[in-house]
C-alpha cells in the first residue's frame, strides 16, 4: 500500500507497505543531478556523493561502514542525470539505526579539506576507468554530441580538471542550495507502517531547514551528425541515436515495445541477425534513455575494422524494415509479455520498489499503481509503435552516429549513407 505525506520542512515521505518483505528499503532522493551543473562545476553531485560517505560531525567514514556492517546491511549511493540517492537496505528491525546513519549524513556532513583532497584522486582514478572502459565511454561521447552545449551532454563524473579545483566551501554551497528538504524525497519499502516512517523520519530528520534557490530546466536542442572520436582501440565502438520520448510522456510504453522488438532482448532482431548469424558482433542491444522533457533510442555495439560496413548496413536495414513495414501481431503480444514478465521480476526486489517509488514521485508527484502500468502496456496497440517508429527513424541518415575508435570519417560516412 502506498502513502505520502510532506513534513513541514519540506521533505516528501513516500512508503509502501509489503507484508511479505523481510529486509526495509529506505533512500533519500534528491532532485540533483548533473543535468543541474554548468560546464564550470560539472561533476560537482557526483563528488557531493562521494564526499557524504567520508564522515560527519558524530562519526568516522569507517563507523558508517562499521556500523552497517555489524547489522548485515548495506549502504550506498548513486547520481544520475535529474536526480542523486544514498540509500540502504536493513532488516525491519535494524530500521532506526539506518535512519539514524542517513539522517546524520544528510545533515551533518564535514566536507573536510583533508578528506576532499584525498577523495579527489579515487574519483580521478573513476575517471580514468571508465575512459578506458570503451563500451561505457562511448554513451558518454554520444550525449556530448547530440546535446552539445547542454547540460544533458555532460558526463555524471565530470572533468578531471574539475575535480581538481572543488573546495571544501564549494561543495558546501552548494549541496545547501541544492540538496534543501523542498527537493528531498525519502523513500521506503518492507514491512513497514506509514504513520510509523513518518514519526521516525520526523524524530531524526528534525532541524534540516529549507535554504535551497529556484531552479530552471533548459530544454537541451538535439545536434545531429557523425562524430569520431579517434583512438587506438582492436575494437570500433559505435552508439547510434536519435530523438525519443520524456519520462512523461504516454508514448514512452510503445517506445519500450520497439526497444524490446529492436534490440533490447536476446530474440531480438538485431541481437539474432548481427551476432547469433553472423557472428559479426559479441554484443549489440538497443536502449531508451527518458529525461524530464526530452529521450532518446539508441542502439550500441562494437565490431571489428573487416565489419564496420556491413554491421552499419544491417543496423539501417532494420531500421527501415520496422519504419516502412512497422512490427506484426505476435512481435506486439511478445514484447508486451517480454516487459511486464521483466517487471514483475524486478519488483521482487525491496531496492526496486524502491526505486520505482522515487522516480514517479521526481516525474509526477505521484504514485503510479501497478495495475494501471499494466494498463497502459496491454493497451498499446500496433499502429501506437508504428507512430513512434515513423516519427524517430523518419530519416535514417539523419540518425546521429558516434563512433570511438580507429576509423575515418568519411568511410563511416559513406558506408551509413549508402
Not at 56 to 82: H, L, M, P, Q, V
Not at 131 to 146: G, K, L, Q, R
Not at 291 to 296: A, P
Amino acid at each position: 500500500m502506498y502513502k505520502k505525506t510532506v513534513l513541514d520542512n519540506g521533505i516528501t515521505v513516500v512508503t509502501e507497505s509489503i507484508s511479505y518483505f523481510s529486509t526495509v528499503s529506505l533512500g533519500i532522493w534528491w532532485k540533483a543531478g548533473s543535468r543541474y551543473e554548468t560546464q564550470a562545476n560539472s561533476g560537482i553531485s557526483h563528488f557531493i556523493e562521494h564526499a557524504l560517505f567520508k564522515g560527519t560531525a558524530t562519526r568516522s567514514a569507517y563507523e558508517i561502514a562499521r556500523e552497517f556492517d555489524a547489522i548485515g546491511g548495506s549502504i550506498n549511493a548513486f547520481t544520475g542525470k535529474e536526480y542523486t540517492c544514498l540509500y540502504a537496505r536493513v532488516l525491519k528491525k535494524d530500521m532506526n539505526i539506518a535512519l539514524d546513519i542517513l539522517s546524520d549524513m544528510y545533515k551533518n556532513p564535514l566536507f573536510k579539506s583533508d578528506d576532499i583532497e584525498k577523495e579527489k584522486y579515487v574519483v580521478a582514478q573513476e575517471i580514468k576507468m571508465v575512459e578506458d572502459t570503451p563500451d561505457e565511454s562511448i554513451y558518454d561521447m554520444f550525449n556530448a554530441s547530440y546535446f552539445k552545449d547542454h547540460p544533458l551532454g555532460m558526463t555524471i563524473l565530470g572533468t578531471e580538471e574539475n575535480v581538481q579545483g572543488f573546495t571544501a566551501d564549494q561543495l558546501r554551497g552548494y549541496f545547501k542550495e541544492y540538496y534543501a528538504p523542498e527537493t528531498a524525497i525519502i523513500t521506503i519499502t518492507g514491512r513497514v507502517d506509514h504513520d510509523d516512517c513518518v514519526r521516525r523520519i520526523e524524530k531524526f530528520f528534525m532541524g534540516v531547514v529549507n535554504d535551497g534557490i529556484k531552479r530552471e530546466l533548459s530544454i537541451p536542442v538535439p545536434h545531429k551528425g557523425i562524430n569520431i572520436y579517434e583512438k587506438e582501440l582492436e575494437h570500433i565502438y559505435l552508439c547510434i541515436g536519435t530523438g525519443g520520448v520524456s519520462q512523461v510522456d504516454g508514448r514512452r510504453y510503445p517506445m519500450y515495445v520497439l526497444n524490446a522488438l529492436m534490440g533490447g532482448s536476446m530474440s531480438s532482431y538485431l541481437f539474432q541477425e548481427i551476432r547469433e548469424q553472423r557472428g559479426l558482433v559479441y554484443n549489440i542491444y538497443s536502449y531508451v534513455s527518458c529525461y524530464h522533457d526530452t529521450g532518446t533510442f539508441g542502439i550500441s555495439t562494437s565490431t571489428s575494422q573487416e565489419f564496420l560496413d556491413e554491421v552499419l548496413s544491417l543496423i539501417k536495414t532494420e531500421i527501415r524494415r520496422i519504419r516502412n513495414d512497422g512490427i506484426t501481431d505476435a512481435e506486439l503480444s511478445f514484447s508486451k509479455e517480454h516487459i511486464k514478465g521483466n517487471l514483475f521480476i524486478s519488483l521482487e526486489s525491496s531496492e526496486t520498489r524502491m526505486g520505482r517509488l522515487a522516480k514517479n514521485e521526481i516525474y509526477f508527484g505521484d504514485y503510479i499503481p501497478l495495475k494501471e502500468t499494466l494498463r497502459e502496456i496491454d493497451g498499446i496497440q500496433k499502429k501506437d509503435v508504428n507512430e513512434i517508429a515513423r516519427e524517430i527513424f523518419e530519416n535514417p541518415e539523419e540518425i546521429s552516429i558516434t563512433v570511438l575508435g580507429n576509423v575515418d570519417h568519411q568511410k563511416v560516412e559513406k558506408a551509413w549513407k549508402e
